[in-house]
C-alpha cells in the first residue's frame, strides 16, 4: 500500500473571509496515524474538509503527494446520509467500491466477496437485508467503517468517528483504525477522548484555530498546551482587519 | 363486464389513442416521480409543470396549437425556471423552495394572460387540462420518445443518483458527477412534465408522476420494485380514468387523476410499508 502524505503551506481555511484554520504549516507524514484534537469550533472539520478539497484554502495550498491518485476515504461527522432513504446496508456498504465500479460498472464475484468480508470485520452479518432506517447510531458507524474498508483508500479521514458510539463498538472500530495503521495507511481522526489519543494515536495535532502543537503525542497534550487550546476565542471579531501575516 | 372494460377501447379511435398516451406518460412519469418523492422534491415537480406554462403559451402565441412549437416553448421555459431557481437558491439567502414558489406563481400568471391575449377559454382549458381525447399520431410518438429516452437515462444515472439522495457528501468525495447527474435529472422532469402537458395540461401533468410514485411508497422499501410498482399504478389510472371518463362522462383528464387519487388513498390505507391499517393494527409484538 502507497502512503499518502498531506503537506500544508501556510494555509488558511474559513468561511467568507473569516478563518476556521489559521496559517497551518506542515506536513502529515506518509503512513503515520494521526489524531487532530481542539476545542469545538477549533476548525478540525474544516480542516478534513480542507484535506477532502469540499473547501477551498483561502490562502495557501495543501497537496496530496503519494504513488497514484490513491483515493481519499472520507467520514463525515454525523455523516449527513438520509436514513429514510429506503436502501439496504448492503447496498450503502457496497458503495464504497465506487472507485473501482464507478457511475456504470457492475459488481462482480470477487466484489461480492469484499463486501461480505467488509461486512464481517465490522460484526454486521445478518444486517445485509436491513433498511438503514431500522440500524441503531453504532450499527451506522459500523456499516460506514465497511464501507471505508471497501473504498481502500491510502489516506483516512475520520471526523469523530466515536462521538455517541457504545465501548463495546469504539473498541472494535479501533481495532480496524489500527489494521489500517498496520496497513501503512495514513489515518487522520479528529477526536476528543484525550485518554483514547494518547493510547491509539502515536501523533497530534492541537488546533485552535491557530496550530497550537504538532508532534508526538505525548509532547503535544501537555497540560500547557491543553491551556493555551482552551483559551481560543470562539466567537470571531465582525470588525477584524485583514491579516497582516507574511504579508512582507 | 367485456362490454364495460373492452369495448370503449375495441370500438373508439380515439380512446386507443389516449390509452397508448397515457401508457406512456406512466412509464417515464412514475420512475421519474419516485426520484422527485425520495429527492424531497415532490412540489418541485409541481412548482415545474406551472412554470413550462408560459414557454408554451408563446408557443400558442405563435403558432397556435402546433405540437411542437408549444413543446419547444414549455422545454425552454422548464429549463429557464429551474436554472434561475437553482442560481437564486446558490446566490442568495432564499432557498430553493421559496424561489421556485416564486418563479411559478409568475409563470401561471404571465401564461394564462399570454393564452387570453389570443384565444378563447377554450383554447386556455385546453392548455391548462390538456386533450388526453385527441391524441395525433405526432404526439404519441413525442410521449414514446419521451419515456424511452427517460427510462434509459435513469437507468444509467440510477447509482449516482441514488448516493447523491442518501450521502451528498460521500458522492462529492468521491466523484464530481452529483451536479451534472442533477441537471440532467431535471431535464428530464421537465421533459416528463411536457410530455404530460399535452394529454393532461400544465395543472396536471406532475398528478401522472407524483401519486403513482406516493402510493408506490407504501408497497416496498425497494426502489427498483418502487419505480415497477409506479408504473402499474399509472397504466391502471390511465385504464381506470378512461373508462371512467368514457361511461360517466366525465372530462379525461380529471377522471384519471382522480383514479390515481384514489389508489394513492387505498395504498395510504392499505400499503404494507407504513399504511394505515398495519400503524393501527400492527399484531403482537415479536419476541426479537
Same mark, same amino acid.
Given at each position: 500500500? /502507497? ?175 489500527? +489494521? ?17 489519543? +494518547? ?23 501537555? /497540560? ?13 471579531? /465582525? ?10 | ?51 413550462? &406554462? ?11 396549437? #402546433? ?21 437564486? #437558491? ?9 424561489? &421556485? ?165 387505498? #395504498? ?21
Amino acid at each position: 500500500m /502507497p502512503a499518502t502524505s498531506v503537506r500544508f503551506d501556510e494555509v488558511t481555511l474559513g468561511y467568507g473571509r473569516h478563518p476556521a484554520v489559521h496559517h497551518l504549516d506542515g506536513e502529515i507524514a506518509a503512513g503515520s496515524l494521526t489524531a487532530v484534537v481542539g476545542p469545538n469550533g477549533a476548525g478540525k472539520s474544516t480542516l478534513l474538509k480542507g484535506i477532502v478539497g469540499t473547501l477551498a484554502p483561502l490562502e495557501g495550498r495543501i497537496s496530496l503527494n503519494g504513488a497514484g491518485p490513491g483515493p481519499v476515504a472520507y467520514l463525515p461527522q454525523a455523516a449527513e446520509i438520509d436514513r429514510s432513504f429506503p436502501l439496504s446496508v448492503y447496498d450503502l456498504v457496497a458503495m464504497g467500491l465506487w472507485s473501482r465500479s464507478g457511475l456504470f460498472g457492475g459488481i462482480g464475484r470477487k466484489d461480492r466477496t469484499r463486501i461480505e468480508h467488509a461486512l464481517a470485520a465490522v460484526g454486521l452479518i445478518g444486517f445485509e437485508r436491513r433498511p438503514i432506517s431500522t440500524l441503531s447510531g453504532g450499527q451506522m458507524q459500523r456499516a460506514l467503517f465497511a464501507r471505508l474498508l471497501l473504498q481502500d483508500a491510502s489516506l483516512i479521514l475520520l471526523d469523530e468517528p466515536f462521538t455517541a458510539i457504545d465501548a463495546k463498538t469504539t473498541a472494535d472500530l479501533l481495532d480496524l483504525v489500527r +489494521r489500517w495503521h498496520a496497513e501503512k495507511r495514513t489515518v487522520v481522526a479528529v477526536l476528543h477522548d484525550l485518554d483514547m489519543v +494518547r493510547r491509539v494515536f502515536p501523533e497530534t495535532l492541537l488546533i485552535a484555530r491557530e496550530p497550537v502543537a504538532w508532534g508526538e503525542t505525548g509532547h503535544v497534550l501537555s /497540560p500547557e498546551n491543553l491551556l493555551t487550546a482552551r483559551q481560543m476565542v470562539e466567537a470571531y471579531d /465582525p470588525h477584524a482587519a485583514p491579516c497582516q501575516r507574511n504579508a512582507a | 363486464m367485456v362490454e364495460f372494460l373492452i369495448s370503449p377501447f375495441s370500438e373508439f379511435e380515439f380512446m386507443q389513442r389516449a390509452l397508448v398516451g397515457v401508457i406512456a406518460i406512466a412509464l417515464g412519469g412514475g420512475p421519474v416521480g419516485v426520484f422527485l418523492m425520495l429527492r424531497r422534491m415532490s412540489l418541485t415537480g409541481d412548482a415545474m409543470a406551472h412554470a413550462i &406554462l408560459p414557454g408554451a403559451a408563446v408557443g400558442y402565441l405563435i403558432a397556435g396549437l #402546433s405540437l411542437p412549437a408549444m413543446t419547444i416553448g414549455g422545454l425552454i421555459a422548464g429549463v429557464i425556471v429551474a436554472v434561475a431557481a437553482g442560481l437564486v #437558491s446558490r446566490l442568495t439567502n432564499l432557498k430553493e423552495d421559496a424561489s &421556485l414558489a416564486a418563479f411559478y406563481l409568475l409563470s401561471l400568471a404571465l401564461g394564462v394572460t399570454i393564452v387570453s391575449l389570443r384565444g378563447s377559454n377554450v383554447d386556455l382549458l385546453h392548455v391548462l387540462f390538456g386533450t388526453v381525447l385527441a391524441l395525433d399520431d405526432q404526439t404519441l410518438l413525442l410521449l414514446a420518445s419521451i419515456s424511452t429516452i427517460t427510462v434509459l437515462a435513469l437507468a444509467l444515472l440510477y447509482r449516482p443518483l441514488v448516493l447523491e439522495c442518501v450521502d451528498p457528501t460521500f458522492l462529492r468525495s468521491v466523484s464530481r458527477s452529483g451536479t451534472p447527474v442533477h441537471l440532467v435529472f431535471v431535464g428530464l422532469v421537465v421533459l416528463n412534465l411536457v410530455g404530460g402537458f399535452h394529454a393532461l395540461g400544465t395543472l396536471l401533468a406532475v398528478g401522472m408522476m407524483m401519486l403513482p410514485a406516493a402510493a408506490a411508497r407504501f408497497w416496498t422499501n425497494d426502489i427498483t420494485v418502487m419505480m415497477v410498482v409506479s408504473i402499474a399504478v399509472g397504466i391502471v389510472s390511465g385504464i381506470g380514468g378512461l373508462l371512467l371518463s368514457f361511461h360517466a362522462e366525465l372530462p379525461a383528464g380529471p377522471a384519471i387523476i382522480l383514479t390515481a387519487g384514489g389508489l394513492y388513498g387505498l #395504498s395510504l390505507a392499505l400499503g404494507r410499508e407504513g399504511g394505515l391499517l398495519w400503524l393501527a393494527w400492527p399484531g403482537k409484538h415479536l419476541e426479537a
